[in-house]
């Protein structure tokens, strides 16, 4: 069973940064492609980034230039490195992947206050 475990969430001030992790199991996680997702209070779940398993990545227009997806196969894990983060970034963080069906994690918060 494939199991995705997000951490690394908290509370930072606008200007900041943070980094997510999402650590996989279950699955041959070299051969994946990795979303992140955001949910922001009473919206829809939006992809911001997204690395394939030759670790190409593309990102939202609202994170390019401030977000780096990232993923260490050793550790089979990706990260979301977030800089200059804004209170528009607020939200639930979710690590998705697509192996013989869809999968997420369980979510972390993000909260930036202006």
């Known amino acids: 069973q494939v199991r995705l475990v997000e951490s ?5 001030q606008a200007g ?4 997510l992790s ?3 199991s279950g699955m041959a996680f070299k051969y994946a492609t990795l979303d992140w997702y955001r949910q922001a209070p009473a ?9 394939t ?9 609202s994170v ?14 990706v990260y979301l490195h977030m800089n ?7 939200g639930v963080y979710y690590c998705r992947t697509f192996w013989r069906r ?10 930036v206050s202006s």
């Open 8 to 12: 690394g969430g908290g509370l930072v």
């Open 16 to 19: 900041g940064s943070l980094r």
């Open 22 to 24: 999402c650590a996989a």
């Open 43 to 51: 919206k829809q779940r939006d992809v911001v980034a997204t690395i």
């Open 53 to 61: 398993s030759s670790g190409a990545a593309n990102y939202s227009d």
């Open 64 to 77: 390019e230039g401030r977000f780096t997806i990232s993923r260490d196969n050793a550790r089979n894990t």
């Open 84 to 90: 200059s983060l804004q209170p528009e970034d607020t």
């Open 102 to 111: 869809e999968f997420w994690g369980q979510g972390t918060q993000v909260t």
